[in-house]
């Protein structure tokens, strides 16, 4: 991690080898994916081909991997969290697929892969969405259930987080808001539930699955929610200043779709400013663990940073 | 309900008044439903107001009211089996938006209304879809939770029915079937999926909801499968013998997607006598109950007899 002149990064030079750490907990959230989804050849083969295209289209996992780190910091076990990142994956899967479609964003390439629709046509790619949604639930089901968060509110929080006042609140909005000149009240709006929402819902799953106390889910949901924003606004800096190529995505489609972002609203330097600020706020939130949440910091200061 | 000379009719010929059963639990299903939804005027509205056009569109309610009646079959509490009555539903009207879709079967019709698309656009009729669904589970994490059946077994219960292995595995092997020629075997295995699973899943859920015992599922589980079968056999010969005026939805279309029907592959007549067959193997299922479900046997009756 380069070393940087900002604020957290000045309070936060550690060893912590980021590097190794993603490539264990990826490497674990993928062979975990694996069992819990039914094999390519299960029938009817078409559909779970389908999902498991897109599914391991070589994601960054950093969804189910805020949800690792953050057990981590709760003193949790990492196989105790490893169904519901599973689950959150999937649902951040299935929302990419539908986003894809024509209909929506009408994308060709995700990862620097060919979209779902593209590859087995959009019956299939509505219908693996669709498979992918209800299989977290049925991952989720399969959590061990904790004394302070009961099987009942744990799958009550990740419906919530992908609901119709959340994650499907912000696609809803942001197809409304195509072609619309909109505030940055509203684009804010969008952000918080098209990603904050489950991004902070990762985080909190993490902490559930260690029995967290109520003062570190609290920590928790300000950490998710800043790095959520924070990472949406780097998202759509890095539409405009890096190459399709360099995003295995189609870069400018933001501009192309006439969809409003910080830069176009409030300029580069002060999106890159802003996601500054809500970077430091989320290592602000953590400080009540007291140097554990090492990982949740080097995933913070890696999402500010990285360019793709 | 009309005498009958059949087996299951002349066994079960009681006083029991179908019609103000179904009046009644209808009206306690909207109720319930209406209360689980966010209002048509939360923001985003337009998500809202096309979740409750397809929920509110005048569905017979078939799965909530067999899942009420077969708790009320093991002695349960209609209030008790009222979430998962509602979230049953939900995954219902989320299943038939998606089918509905040009992607899919291409309807502009269901139940004598426009199809949600048509109304909404393709992309507002997906997310409505997918926020009913999530909807679902949201509102089965709800549900009271039973000494034999915690909340991890009732939405693992939900979520399998649903999944990739049966409700949306049907759709997809009668999305390949389409114009192709196909067995009696793969028809049935197509129907066991697409209709009868949600609907043994309704009754089986009912009768969790009542905490029945492992008799009394097994019962259920015979009776909802049996049933939902003789169902999807009556709505193929529905297709080819009603008008779309009388069904509400456009008729023959089976015929036009060259679907394969039980009346396509082993005739009119053959189909009537297999419906008939399952539904004395459902009134069979119901011995166990010793007379007290017989809400569920007038409803598997009517469903045999229904003309639309």
């Known amino acids: 991690?380069?070393?940087?002149?900002?604020?957290?990064?000045?309070?936060?030079?550690?060893?912590?080898?980021?590097?190794?750490?993603?490539?264990?907990?990826?490497?674990?959230?993928?062979?975990?994916?694996?069992?819990?989804?039914?094999?390519?050849?299960?029938?009817?083969?078409?559909?779970?081909?389908?999902?498991?295209?897109?599914l391991f289209a070589g994601g960054k996992r950093m969804r189910p991997t805020l949800c690792l780190a953050a057990a981590e910091a709760c003193s949790g076990w990492p196989d105790d969290s490893l169904p519901?990142?599973?689950?959150?994956?999937?649902?951040?899967?299935?929302?990419?697929?539908?986003?894809?479609?024509p209909a929506m964003d009408n994308d060709d390439y995700r990862r620097g892969k060919l979209t779902?629709?593209?590859?087995?046509?959009?019956?299939?790619?509505?219908?693996?969405?669709?498979?992918l949604?209800?299989?977290?639930?049925?991952?989720?089901?399969?959590?061990?259930?904790?004394?302070?968060?009961?099987h009942r509110h744990v799958l009550l929080e990740i419906a919530q987080a992908a609901g119709s006042l959340q994650l499907i609140?912000?696609?809803?909005?942001?197809?409304?808001?195509?072609?619309?000149?909109i505030s940055a009240e509203q684009l804010k709006y969008i952000h918080e539930r098209k990603t904050s929402a489950l991004i902070c819902c990762s985080a909190r799953l993490g902490g559930m699955s260690a029995n967290c106390t109520a003062a570190q889910l609290k920590a928790l949901t300000d950490f998710g929610y800043n790095v959520g924003l924070a990472f949406q606004i780097i998202d759509d800096i890095?539409?405009?200043?890096?190459?399709?190529?360099?995003?295995?995505?189609?870069?400018?489609?933001?501009?192309?779709?006439?969809?409003?972002?910080?830069?176009?609203?409030v300029g580069l330097e002060k999106?890159?400013?802003?996601?500054?600020?809500?970077t430091d706020r989320a290592f602000d939130a953590l400080k009540i663990f007291r140097g554990k949440a090492?990982?949740?910091?080097?995933?913070?200061?890696?999402?500010?940073?990285?360019?793709?």
């Open 133 to 150: 949604l209800t299989q977290a639930f049925e991952i989720a089901a399969q959590c061990k259930g904790w004394p302070r968060y009961p």
């Open 271 to 278: 999106s890159r400013k802003i996601a500054q600020q809500l």
């Open 1 to 54: 991690m380069p070393a940087t002149a900002t604020r957290a990064g000045a309070r936060h030079r550690h060893p912590f080898d980021l590097q190794a750490y993603l490539t264990d907990r990826t490497a674990a959230v993928d062979r975990a994916l694996d069992r819990f989804l039914p094999e390519a050849t299960t029938r009817p083969a078409t559909i779970h081909k389908a999902m498991r295209y897109s």
């Open 238 to 265: 890095l539409d405009i200043t890096q190459s399709s190529e360099q995003l295995g995505k189609t870069a400018g489609k933001d501009t192309k779709a006439q969809k409003a972002t910080y830069p176009a609203i």
């Open 294 to 308: 090492v990982a949740l910091e080097a995933l913070a200061m890696y999402l500010l940073q990285r360019d793709r």
């Open 116 to 131: 779902n629709h593209k590859v087995f046509g959009e019956g299939i790619a509505i219908l693996a969405g669709d498979a």
């Open 84 to 101: 519901l990142a599973c689950a959150v994956e999937c649902i951040h899967t299935y929302s990419l697929i539908h986003d894809d479609l």
């Open 169 to 181: 609140a912000g696609q809803v909005a942001d197809l409304e808001g195509e072609g619309k000149k």
